[in-house]
Nanobody, 112 residues
């Protein structure tokens, strides 16, 4: 089974930017970014197909951009204009159905 490793999180001030990475151990098709804030259920954030078509949750539309490198089996999430409500652990997995084991995620903390 393909394994996923997320990285790139950190602490950033509101209005700042971060780029997350998702490294897959093998070929991946449609990938989604998901996040889980403290005390909340995990939610979908963005999807990118193998051909590069993207879709975003309304809460991040216009601020987040997903991209990918199919040769390196990497998926990225550029996050601009970050808000405190974006604070969460971010994960990647297949989409629209999550079929792979969840990675450890990467923590994003946005201070006000």
């Amino acid at each position: 089974q393909v394994q996923l490793v997320e990285s790139g999180g950190g602490l950033v001030q509101a209005g700042g930017s971060l780029t997350l990475s998702c490294a897959a151990s093998g070929r991946i098709d449609t990938i989604g970014w998901y996040r889980q804030a403290p005390g909340k259920q995990r939610e979908w954030v963005a999807t990118i197909t193998r051909s590069g078509n993207t879709n975003y949750a309304d809460s991040v539309k216009g601020r987040f951009t997903a991209s990918r490198d199919n040769v390196q089996n990497l998926v990225y999430l550029l996050m601009n204009s970050l808000k405190p409500e974006d604070t969460a652990v971010y994960y990647c997995n297949t989409a629209p159905t999550t079929r792979l084991a969840w990675g450890q995620g990467t923590q994003v903390t946005v201070s006000s």
